[in-house]
């Protein structure tokens, strides 16, 4: 695997890690040190994410002719129908 791709994840990774100790902390006595370590974990993985070049773009390449997809395939007809399934059978086992 590519080094820039497993740093970049790991970025990623630390930047979800900080959110959720930053959201999600324990609830007690020591919870604003938990939130202080997400947050130090959050900004951590952003100004590692932001220091990593970037990938060159090759502006000689050849780009591929795709087709447009059809209507079947548009998310623009599936997401409400997946919504409205979803919302149906929710209400109905409720």
Partial sequence: MNSSI???LGA???IIAGLLLAVLTPAG???GVWRNV???L???GTVWLIRQPSAPVDANAEREETKPITLAQSPILWLPIIIIVVALSAWLLN
């Fill in 6 to 8: 497993v740093k970049r």
């Fill in 12 to 14: 990623i990774a630390l």
């Fill in 29 to 31: 006595d020591d919870s």
């Fill in 38 to 40: 997400g947050v130090g």
């Fill in 42 to 44: 959050l900004i951590a």
